[in-house]
């Protein structure tokens, strides 16, 4: 074999372990074991809805291969610079070991006491078709029918358990990032750290936040939150996300922060919208992402738990959609929307009741709306006439003249035509932000 494609997933659970961190325990061995590392090693988040997921719903690949060429650094672990190449030379590898390697670091860090811990890896010596990316990110693949792809490309893997992990291995390997990309730089704890509070300098965040243009969603101001910092208690330190490579090496750098382990760069679908699919109302079904547009039927009010709920219609169906309470202030610009606006949502779907989850919402048409003043007044005796009750309409106290309508101005709208997104605390890791939208 002249390359292989390493796939791994699932090797995290709710209470700590991390996927990324055991890309870098690969990495690592696979470099002292003489072994180089092609392209960026990659991150891909896969469908966020699917009701299985054990976080962020990630999956990592890596190429390995004979480097040739220049190098770029990728990443530090234990004090050691670690490098990738873009140029492949035509030696060979021992494809053996490489399983070897990755058998031995998913029995050693993967959490497999957790019930919802499923891992498995692939190594393949080609991409599959990139529709089983596209499946995986947006609709719910099922292990069958990954065994059967395996088996037709004559697959080394290995599912642990249930075996779900092999899902998202091997539709890590199927990613192309040709079409869109983003980058993370990760940094992660010193092991005697992991499960403590973190620290992560806020000003320096927000310094780097200023300066680093092409990263995005680092930094929540109105809600002042910091969102390198994740909340679980698996390795990572932080992560900061971005457009451009280099500039994140330049963006860690300024990040204050306790000891930083070990770092490491990855290629993501992270921002992308990967996950979203046109949908007509009545096409949707619950576990996909959707942009879909309508006609607001119903005003937005608020439930329970402070979420915001109106409801879509186009010539196929109706559909709710909320702002949940997570999404703070967007619910704000949410209940400024009214019955006869068009809007475009985005968003996952919930399966009970059926509701977009709105990610970003696009309003494209806003209805005039009126607000009464003030009663009639009457044509005969120039005074106001009175309410006869509830759209029972008005009449003169004077001369009986009645009148069905009031005196009415056109409201103001505290909202305008466009996008609006959730705030970053509330960021979904596939969710397009705009600052990536409108910046060329
Ligand atoms: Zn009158």
């Known amino acids: 074999m002249k390359f ?28 002292a074991n003489g072994f180089d590392i092609i392209g960026f090693p990659r991150l891909v988040r896969l469908n966020p809805n699917v009701p299985w997921k054990t976080r962020g719903n990630g999956a990592i690949s890596i190429q390995v291969g004979k480097g040739t060429g220049n190098k ?10 670690i490098f990738c190449y873009f140029n492949m030379s035509s030696g060979e590898i021992d494809g053996k070991r490489v399983k070897e390697i990755v058998e031995q670091i998913i029995m050693e860090h993967s959490r497999l006491k957790d019930e919802n811990t499923n891992p498995g890896f692939v190594i393949l010596d080609e991409q599959p078709d990139l529709e089983m990316y596209y499946k995986t990110v947006r609709e719910i693949v099922t292990i069958d029918e990954i065994e059967l792809l395996l ?27 040709e079409d869109d990309k983003t980058y993370e730089i990760i940094s992660y704890r010193e092991k005697k750290k992991w499960g403590t509070k973190r620290y992560v300098d806020d000003a320096s965040t927000k310094k780097m936040d200023e300066t680093c243009t092409s990263t995005f969603d680092n930094y929540d101001y109105v809600n002042k939150h910091n969102r390198l910092v994740p909340s679980s208690p698996c390795p990572i330190l932080y992560g900061i996300r971005g457009d451009n490579a280099e500039e994140l090496v330049t963006a860690k750098d300024m990040i204050k922060s306790e000891k930083v ?101 696009r309003i494209k048409h806003l209805e005039k709306q009126f607000i009464k003043i003030e009663n009639p007044i009457c044509p005969n005796c120039g005074k106001h006439m009175k309410s006869k009750g509830t759209r029972q309409g008005f009449k003169c106290v004077k001369c009986g003249t009645k009148s069905k309508k009031p005196i009415i101005k056109e409201k103001k709208r505290e909202i305008n035509i466009g996008f609006y997104e959730v705030p970053v605390c509330a960021r979904r890791h596939l969710s397009k932000p705009l600052k990536r939208t409108m910046e060329p």
């Open 4 to 31: 292989i494609w390493i796939g791994v997933d699932d090797t995290d659970s709710r209470t700590g372990g991390c996927t990324t961190f055991v890309a870098g325990a690969i990495i690592e061995r696979l470099v």
């Open 72 to 81: 770029t650094k990728i990443g530090e672990i234990g004090n050691k610079d």
């Open 151 to 177: 088996e037709s490309l004559n697959a080394i893997y290995k599912g642990y358990k249930n075996r779900r992990g092999l899902i998202g291995a091997t539709a890590s390997v199927s990613w192309r990032s």
């Open 261 to 361: 382990d070990s770092c490491m760069l990855f290629e993501t679908n992270q921002g992308t919208d990967d996950h979203l699919q046109r949908k007509k109302i009545g096409d949707i079904q619950p576990y996909l992402s959707v942009i879909t547009g309508g006609k607001i039927v119903k005003n937005p009010y608020t439930i329970e738990g402070g979420h915001v709920i109106f409801t879509i219609k186009d010539s196929t169906g109706t559909i709710d959609c909320a702002a949940y309470e997570p999404t703070k202030q967007f619910r704000n610009k949410i209940r400024e929307l009214c019955t006869g606006d068009l809007v475009e949502v985005y968003g996952g779907i919930r399966e009970k009741p059926l509701t977009i989850n709105i990610e970003k919402i």
